[in-house]
C-alpha cells in the first residue's frame, strides 16, 4: 500500500504540474474569484478533474481485467490467463456475472476515497485543499460515458463549483451488453459444444483413421486400430484450440483460408439482434491448458478394433464400433474496447457428453465415482522406468495403475507420479510395443524398472505353391512356375500361437502383400491356410521366432495348394494333409515362413520321402 501511495503522490505532481502549465498558457480574461486564489482555484479544480479521470480509467481496466468485478472475489471461481484470474460467468450452467455498471460508480467512489489524503497532501503547495464526500453518476453512451461526480472541495476555505463533468471516450456500454447477452445465449444454445464437437469429427485423418474417432469399420483383411487416452487427447486438444481460433463474429470471417487450413470457420449469430462490429471479439483457452482423465473421458477406453475373416465369403471385416466422449474445458471470453484499448474477459465452461451437449444438471463423466475419488486422492509416490530389451529409455509410454492414468513417461523413461495406495494391476502401453500387464503393489513401484518389447512392423509376401500330385510316380511335383504371388482371388487366414505366453493371435490378408505390426516378439506355431471363397486350397503348420530385430524387414509366406485339399471333410485327415504339405515345401527347401525368399527352379518328392 505504501509503494501504491508513492507512486500516486508522484502521479498527482505530474498532473498537477501539467494542469498549472496548461491553465497559465491558455488562460484569457478571467474573472477573478479573490484577488490571489483565482489561480489556485483553477489549477485545483483542473487537478480534480484529472483524478476523477485516472480513477475512471483504473476502475475501467480493473474491472476489465477481472470481468467486471473489482477484485478477485468470484462466485463461480476462475481461471488463469496471461497470468491474471479470469472470472467464470458460467459454469456447470450455472450464470452469474456482476452489475457492471454499479460497480463502475462504486470503483471510481472508492478510488477517490482511498486516495484524497494523499492528493491533498501533494496541492499542500496551493493552500489548505479539502475534499468531502463523492456522490457519483456514471452515463453509459455508445461512444463514452459521461460521469456527473458532486465533490465538495475547498482551499483556504473557498468552495469550489460542483458538479464534476467528465467524459470518456468508451464502447464499454457495448462491451457490457455483448458480454452480458453472450453469456445467456452461450449457455442456453451451446454454440461451443456443437463446434467443438463438429472440429473433433474432421479431425485430421492419419492411416485411414480420424485422430478422434467417432464410428469405426474396418473393411479388408489384416486391419486394425488402438488408441489409447494419450492418442486421444492429442486429438481433442488440437481440435478446441482450432474452434476456439475460428469462432468468428458475424461479418469478421476472414476470406480464402480454406488452402492454409481445411478446418471450418464458426460463425457467430447475432447477439441481441447486432452484430458489434465495432468490438473486437476473440475466445482462447487457458495458460498451460491441458485434458486430464478427469476432463476427457470415452467409452470404449482404449480403442482397440480388428477386422477378422467372414467365414465362407472370404472377406475381412471389423464390428462396427461407436464411440461416445465426455469432454469438459474453459473457453475465454475476451472483447476488446477500441476507444481504451482495454480488453474485458470472463470464462465459460464448455460441455459435452455422449457426443452431444451435456445436460448440466448432474454432470458426470464414464469414470464411476468411487473410482474417480481414488484416483484423485492419490497419494502415495511412485518411481517407474521403463526401457527397451536393449537397455535402451523409452519415452511416452502410458502408465495406468489400478485404473488411474498415472502419466506417461519422459525422454529417459521414468515416470515420477503419485498412485492410489493398494494393489492392482499395472499397465503400461505404448504404440508399436507389446502391452505389458502385471499385478503389483504400490510399495514394489518405487523405483522399479520394466522392460519393455517391441513389436516389430514388417512387410509380409504372400506366394502360392501350386502342388501335383504325381499318383502314376507316387510323387508329388512343384514345376518350376509353381511359386507366384496369391491370386486376388484369393485370401490367407493365419493362426500365430505364441509358445511363450499361451495367447492367440489371428490374422487375415487378401492381398499380395501387407504390412504387419500387431504380432508381439515370441516363439510362435502357425497354422495358414490359402482359401478362395469357402475352398480351403491347402496349408501348413510350422514354427517361427519373431524377434524385435524383424522390425522394418519382410516375411515370405508360402502356401501350398493341391487340388484334392479341399475334398477332404474329416477333420483329422484334413490335419494330417496338412503336415503332409508341410513336409513337401521343406523336402523342397521352402521354409513355410521365412525372412528370405528361396531360389527355386523345380522339385519332385517321393511318397516315400514323407
Not at 491558455?26 to 483542473?46: R, T, W
Not at 488463469?80 to 454499479?102: C, H, M, S, T
Not at 496541492?123 to 485543499?129: H, I
Not at 447486432?274 to 485434458?291: A, G, I, M, T, W
Amino acid at each position: 500500500m505504501k509503494s501504491a501511495q508513492v507512486e500516486f503522490v508522484v502521479i498527482v505532481a505530474l498532473l498537477i504540474l501539467v494542469t498549472v502549465v496548461v491553465f497559465y498558457a491558455y488562460q484569457s480574461g478571467m474573472s477573478p474569484v479573490a484577488p490571489g486564489i483565482s489561480n489556485k482555484v483553477q489549477a485545483v479544480k483542473l487537478s480534480v478533474e484529472n483524478m476523477i479521470r485516472e480513477a475512471s480509467l483504473q476502475t475501467l481496466k480493473t474491472m476489465s481485467d477481472y470481468g467486471g468485478y473489482l477484485d478477485t472475489s468470484f462466485p463461480l471461481g476462475s481461471v488463469r490467463f496471461l497470468g491474471k484470474d479470469v472470472p467464470y460467468w458460467q459454469k456447470a450452467g450455472e450464470i452469474k456475472y456482476p452489475n457492471i455498471r454499479e460497480n463502475f460508480v462504486n470503483g471510481v467512489k472508492n478510488y477517490i476515497e482511498l486516495y484524497k489524503e494523499n492528493f491533498t497532501d501533494a496541492l499542500k503547495e496551493y493552500g489548505d485543499v479539502s475534499l468531502g464526500e463523492p456522490q457519483v453518476v456514471a452515463n453509459f453512451l455508445s461512444n463514452k460515458i459521461v460521469l456527473t461526480v458532486n465533490l465538495p472541495v475547498t482551499i483556504d476555505g473557498y468552495s469550489i463549483k460542483e458538479p464534476y463533468v467528465i467524459e470518456m471516450p468508451s464502447k464499454f456500454s457495448e462491451v457490457e451488453e455483448f458480454a452480458t447477452g453472450f453469456v445467456n445465449y452461450e449457455a442456453l444454445n451451446r454454440p461451443f459444444e456443437i463446434y467443438t464437437l463438429s472440429s473433433m469429427m474432421i479431425s485430421p485423418v492419419t492411416n485411414g483413421i480420424h485422430d478422434v474417432p467417432f464410428f469405426l469399420f474396418l473393411i479388408g483383411c489384416g486391419k486394425f486400430v488402438y488408441k489409447d487416452w494419450w492418442d486421444i487427447k492429442q486429438g481433442v486438444e488440437y481440435a478446441i484450440k482450432v474452434t476456439l481460433a475460428h469462432t468468428y463474429m458475424p461479418g469478421k470471417v476472414p476470406l480464402h483460408t480454406m488452402k492454409t487450413n481445411p478446418y471450418p470457420k464458426y460463425t457467430l449469430v447475432p447477439i441481441n439482434g447486432k452484430e458489434y462490429s465495432d468490438l473486437k471479439v476473440s475466445f482462447h483457452l487457458p495458460d498451460n491448458f491441458e485434458l486430464d482423465p478427469s476432463s476427457l473421458q470415452f467409452e470404449p477406453d482404449p480403442i482397440s478394433l480388428e477386422s477378422k475373416i467372414i467365414p465362407l465369403l472370404g472377406m475381412c471385416q471389423s464390428d462396427p464400433l461407436y464411440v461416445k466422449y465426455y469432454l469438459t474445458y474453459p473457453a475465454i471470453v475476451r472483447i476488446k474496447d477500441p476507444l481504451t484499448g482495454y480488453v474485458f474477459q470472463y470464462a465459460v465452461q464448455v460441455y459435452i457428453k455422449d457426443n452431444e451437449p451435456g445436460v448440466w444438471t448432474g454432470m458426470s463423466g464414464y469414470v464411476s465415482g468411487e473410482k474417480k475419488t481414488m484416483c484423485e486422492n492419490a497419494w502415495y509416490q511412485v518411481d517407474i522406468k521403463v526401457k527397451g530389451t536393449d537397455g535402451s529409455p523409452v519415452s511416452g509410454a502410458a502408465v495406468n495403475y489400478m485404473g488411474c492414468s498415472l502419466g506417461r513417461t519422459n525422454e529417459n523413461g521414468e515416470l515420477k507420479a503419485v498412485a492410489p495406495f493398494g494393489i492392482g494391476l499395472l499397465k503400461i502401453y505404448k504404440k508399436g510395443y507389446e502391452e505389458y500387464s502385471e499385478m503389483k503393489s504400490v510399495a514394489s513401484l518405487n523405483d522399479i524398472t520394466i522392460t519393455f518389447r517391441k513389436k516389430p512392423a514388417f512387410n509380409m509376401y504372400l506366394y502360392e505353391v501350386m502342388i501335383q500330385n504325381l499318383s502314376m510316380s507316387n510323387s508329388y511335383h512343384i514345376s518350376s512356375g509353381g511359386l507366384k504371388p496369391i491370386e486376388n482371388n484369393q485370401y490367407v487366414i493365419m493362426e500365430w500361437y505364441n509358445t511363450d505366453t499361451n495367447k492367440r493371435y489371428e490374422t487375415a490378408f487378401d492381398t499380395k502383400s501387407s504390412r504387419i505390426s500387431n504380432i508381439p516378439p515370441g516363439s510362435y506355431l502357425i497354422g495358414a491356410n490359402l482359401m478362395e471363397g469357402s475352398k480351403a486350397l491347402g496349408g501348413f503348420i510350422t514354427t517361427f521366432n519373431i524377434t524385435e530385430d524383424l522390425d522394418e524387414k519382410s516375411l515370405y509366406v508360402f502356401l501350398p495348394n493341391i487340388l484334392e485339399y479341399n475334398e477332404i471333410e474329416d477333420v483329422s485327415d484334413k490335419a494330417e494333409a496338412t503336415a503332409t504339405l508341410t513336409n513337401i515345401l521343406l523336402a523342397c527347401g521352402i521354409k513355410p515362413v521365412s525372412d528370405s525368399k528361396p531360389e527355386f527352379n523345380s522339385c519332385v518328392v517321393g511318397y516315400d520321402e514323407l
